[in-house]
């Protein structure tokens, strides 16, 4: 097995191997072993299908690898298939209650699925789990913080983004969500921009990161300088939906109405799911 897992084996070895796994599966189908090698070769190459279809064949016959679990669980999250995830760590939770990670997986699942009070729940409990893994404690705090964010308790949103800045802060993805969660609230703007502009400094060509700092600016009232930001944002990423409504809402404030109503425009086309969008465009001005 782990003469097959070499990084750099060549593509003749390669073959071999497939060779080799595929006999061993047809020969011992329910031999959880053989199904869970014939994963790791799959899932190594980055054939994630393929290996959860293997890893599944494995637990059905034995259910009480946690190795198995894992990476069956780190597919679904290379495929993006949430709704997998979610049930499938369910699962693995049951069989593995003290394995924080399970715990991770089921909370960010249940964010993208939009469960957000479950993706808290889950988050809050894994937390109790964790012995000495600062790494992983910051990306619960990360997810609990804007788990949190999307119930509107932004108390407790805050808190769990203090709690990673605490330990780790130059944590760039907390500097900038943090930043970004209070200037949408038009709270502490000082406080927001000093993070944006940490975020930014570490990741200056990060479209996520030059949209928030513009913003902040923007709230502020420094609409020359917000374009400037926003503008190089798009640059990186013309069709990021909010981040043109921000365009054109700069626009708009500079001005430039004809402009503005373009970018709006730009918005509602890149799929912008924006409450006043619409409004802005027939009224051609800012609905608050």
Same mark, same amino acid.
């Given at each position: 097995n782990d003469y097959l897992m070499q990084p750099n084996i060549d593509q003749e070895d390669k073959t071999d191997a497939y060779i080799l796994t595929e006999i061993m599966v047809k020969a011992h189908p329910t031999e959880a072993k053989a199904h869970a090698?014939?994963?790791?070769?799959?899932?190594?190459?980055?054939?994630?299908?393929s290996a959860r279809i293997q890893y599944r064949a494995a637990l059905e016959t034995q259910k009480s690898i946690f190795a198995v679990w894992q990476n069956l669980l780190l597919c679904e999250t290379e495929l993006k298939d949430y %709704? =997998? @995830?979610a049930e499938e760590s369910d699962k693995a939770m049951e069989l593995f209650p003290n394995q924080p990670l399970v715990y991770f997986m089921d909370g960010i699942s249940n964010l993208q699925l939009k469960n957000y009070k479950k993706a808290a729940e889950v988050l809050e409990s894994g937390l109790n789990q964790i012995a000495d893994n600062k790494g992983l404690e910051v990306d619960f705090y990360n997810n609990l913080a804007e788990a949190y964010y999307r119930l509107n308790d932004y108390?407790?949103?805050?808190?769990?983004f203090e709690k990673v800045?605490?330990?780790?802060?130059?944590n760039t993805l907390a500097l900038n969500n943090y930043a970004y969660y209070l200037s949408v609230r038009n709270e502490k703007l000082e406080?927001?921009?000093?993070?944006?502009? %940490? =975020? @930014?400094?570490?990741e200056p060509q990060s479209a996520s990161y030059l949209d928030t700092y513009g913003w902040i600016l923007y709230k502020q009232g420094k609409y020359e300088a917000a374009a400037k930001y926003?503008?190089?944002?798009?640059?990186?990423?013309?069709?990021?939906?909010?981040?043109?409504e921000h365009?054109?809402?700069?626009?708009?404030?500079?001005?430039?109405?004809?402009?503005?109503?373009?970018?709006?425009?730009?918005?509602?086309q890149y799929g912008s799911d924006s409450k006043t969008i619409d409004?802005?465009?027939e009224n051609q001005k800012i609905v608050e």
């Open positions: 090698i014939y994963g790791d070769l799959l899932y190594n190459d980055k054939k994630y299908d %709704k =997998s @995830l108390t407790k949103s805050d808190m769990y800045l605490e330990k780790d802060p130059d406080k927001a921009e000093a993070m944006s502009k %940490k =975020s @930014l400094d570490k926003i503008r190089q944002s798009l640059d990186i990423d013309k069709a990021a939906a909010e981040v043109n365009y054109g809402d700069v626009e708009f404030k500079l001005g430039d109405v004809a402009k503005a109503v373009e970018y709006w425009k730009y918005a509602k409004k802005k465009i």
